[in-house]
């Protein structure tokens, strides 16, 4: 790696390994991507790194865990987000000592809940939200009581505070759906822009399996501690799967994933679904499934597991939630369904017709490879991180993800740095009142 490329400080509070969550798999291919294009990455945890075997080579990471404990000082508005999302002394301080200049060239914070981090950061950040917080909330309110629906309401108005907030410290805010970057716009003011760059998939490992047997399944898989998991696996057994199994009484309906809930695991006594819960390697489940089913009604950014399927060539029936923020024609490469009699109809056409399976499966597949690409999800992140902090990563041309507005509204203004040469940049290992945790 060029000793001269880009210092990244990456900000995160879990490792992005092992790989069975969305935000460590967005963050491990955005790892990966800056690496290959020269950058110096530095990843800062809450803890030590056990994994770091598993990383891109050349990552150093480093903890806050042994920080002093401080106070700062913040107002009644910031005291009200630590009072809901936590405070993180440490890790304000350590940034506060170590996220300077004299170190870095730009910041990445990771995930919705590190936003408050940026206040203490000295060099251009990047917020990489992933999903936009009210549009969750809202969306959950839709299917909640009435008399629930206010105090929801008001956590959307406090996200709605935060969000606003940490855009005044943040040169760009990504999300990983449109639908999410264009919600997200009405509370971040002019501060900050607010950017999509959606996830991929590894089309090696999700790779068709031509040879599985398919079985008379219906299939969901994802988190099944997941409140939108767990609310469309329910939504799915209660409104669709009795007419469903009428038509087919051979059919099965498998819930694929970790860690269950009460609610999940008691589905397992309806006739004909079957609860997995945890495995080693979900892509047999796929590859083996005639239908996977997608029928999320809430939540927001982009789901992962119909990427996955589509990878698979498996042929996927989707809710329109589901789908929004994805370029996917709906009907040609993905089906979508809402109602229950629209879902037991799209599932039962599929399930009786293999040819319909084999073209929306191919079809599905050639969309996924075309638009999905984790490298080209992390050129636009690199090429976005060099817009903010005036650096280049292998000569690559400034601006091609955003505007020159960026470098106006950063907090490097004036700051037009190509990378500094190596006899003037610090040591990034000699960090104040920070571990090395492990580098390769």
Same mark, same amino acid.
């Given at each position: 790696?060029?000793?001269?490329?880009?210092?990244?400080?990456?900000?995160?509070?879990?490792?992005?390994?092992?790989?069975?969550?969305?935000?460590?798999?967005?963050?491990?291919?955005?790892?990966?991507?800056?690496?290959?294009?020269?950058?110096?990455?530095?990843?800062?945890?809450?803890?030590?790194?056990?994994?770091?075997?598993?990383?891109?080579?050349?990552?150093?990471?480093?903890?806050?865990?042994?920080?002093?404990?401080?106070?700062?000082?913040?107002?009644?508005?910031?005291?009200?987000?630590?009072?809901?999302?936590?405070?993180?002394?440490?890790?304000?301080?350590?940034?506060?000592?170590?996220?300077?200049?004299?170190?870095?060239?730009?910041?990445?914070?990771?995930?919705?809940?590190?936003?408050?981090?940026?206040?203490?950061?000295?060099?251009?950040?990047?917020?990489?939200?992933?999903?936009?917080?009210?549009?969750?909330?809202?969306?959950?309110?839709?299917?909640?009581?009435?008399?629930?629906?206010?105090?929801?309401?008001?956590?959307?108005?406090?996200?709605?505070?935060?969000?606003?907030?940490?855009?005044?410290h943040v040169a760009a805010a990504v999300f990983s759906a449109t639908t999410d970057a264009s919600y997200a716009r009405r509370w971040l003011g002019a501060g900050?822009?607010?950017?999509?760059?959606?996830?991929?998939?590894?089309?090696?490992?999700?790779?068709?399996?031509?040879?599985?047997?398919?079985?008379?399944?219906?299939?969901?898989?994802?988190?099944?501690?997941?409140?939108?998991?767990?609310?469309?696996?329910?939504?799915?057994?209660?409104?669709?799967?009795?007419?469903?199994?009428? +038509?087919? !009484?051979?059919? %099965?309906?498998? *819930?694929? $994933?970790?860690?269950? &809930?009460?609610?999940?695991?008691? @589905? /397992?006594?309806?006739?004909?679904?079957?609860?997995?819960? +945890?495995? !080693?390697?979900? %892509?047999?489940? *796929?590859? $083996?499934?005639?239908? &996977?089913?997608?029928?999320?009604? @809430? /939540?927001?950014?982009?789901?992962?597991?119909i990427l996955e399927a589509c990878a698979l060539e498996r042929p996927v029936v989707a809710s329109s939630r589901a789908l929004a923020g994805l370029t996917v024609?709906?009907?040609?490469?993905?089906?979508?369904?809402?109602?229950?009699?629209?879902?037991?109809?799209?599932?039962?056409?599929?399930?009786?017709?293999?040819?319909?399976?084999?073209?929306?499966?191919?079809?599905?597949?050639?969309?996924?490879?075309?638009?999905?690409?984790?490298?080209?999800?992390?050129?636009?992140?690199?090429?976005?991180?060099?817009?903010?902090?005036?650096?280049?990563?292998?000569?690559?041309?400034?601006?091609?993800?955003?505007?020159?507005?960026?470098?106006?509204?950063?907090?490097?203004?004036?700051?037009?740095?190509?990378?500094?040469p190596p006899a003037e940049r610090a040591d990034v290992g000699q960090f104040v009142e920070g571990e090395v945790t492990g580098c390769r």
């Open positions: 790696m060029s000793e001269t490329g880009p210092r990244v400080l990456i900000v995160s509070h879990h490792e992005p390994w092992p790989l069975h969550h969305g935000g460590r798999l967005r963050l491990y291919h955005f790892m990966r991507e800056l690496t290959a294009r020269g950058a110096s990455v530095t990843l800062a945890l809450p803890a030590p790194a056990a994994h770091t075997d598993h990383y891109p080579p050349g990552v150093q990471c480093v903890t806050w865990a042994d920080v002093a404990c401080t106070t700062a000082d913040c107002d009644f508005l910031t005291r009200c987000f630590e009072r809901h999302f936590g405070a993180h002394r440490r890790r304000d301080h350590w940034l506060r000592m170590n996220a300077t200049r004299a170190r870095f060239d730009v910041a990445l914070l990771s995930g919705a809940t590190m936003g408050l981090a940026a206040r203490h950061v000295s060099v251009p950040v990047v917020w990489d939200v992933v999903d936009e917080l009210v549009l969750t909330t809202l969306r959950t309110a839709e299917v909640e009581p009435w008399h629930r629906r206010p105090s929801i309401w008001k956590r959307g108005a406090l996200y709605a505070a935060f969000e606003w907030r940490c855009a005044a900050a822009q607010a950017v999509a760059i959606s996830n991929g998939v590894d089309f090696d490992y999700f790779a068709p399996q031509p040879d599985s047997a398919e079985s008379e399944t219906v299939l969901f898989f994802g988190a099944l501690d997941f409140l939108p998991n767990v609310d469309a696996v329910r939504f799915f057994t209660a409104e669709v799967w009795p007419q469903l199994k009428r +038509a087919h !009484p051979g059919l %099965r309906f498998q *819930i694929v $994933g970790r860690d269950p &809930v009460s609610a999940v695991k008691a @589905l /397992g006594r309806v006739a004909g679904v079957e609860v997995v819960g +945890a495995v !080693p390697d979900v %892509r047999p489940y *796929i590859a $083996g499934s005639r239908v &996977v089913v997608v029928p999320t009604r @809430l /939540g927001a950014g982009v789901k992962n597991k024609r709906r009907g040609v490469d993905v089906w979508q369904a809402d109602t229950p009699a629209r879902w037991t109809a799209t599932v039962s056409a599929l399930v009786r017709d293999p040819n319909r399976r084999d073209l929306l499966g191919k079809a599905g597949r050639r969309w996924v490879r075309t638009a999905h690409a984790w490298a080209d999800a992390g050129r636009r992140m690199t090429d976005l991180l060099a817009e903010v902090s005036g650096t280049s990563f292998d000569a690559m041309p400034v601006g091609s993800v955003v505007g020159s507005r960026f470098r106006a509204s950063s907090p490097d203004a004036g700051h037009q740095a190509h990378v500094r």
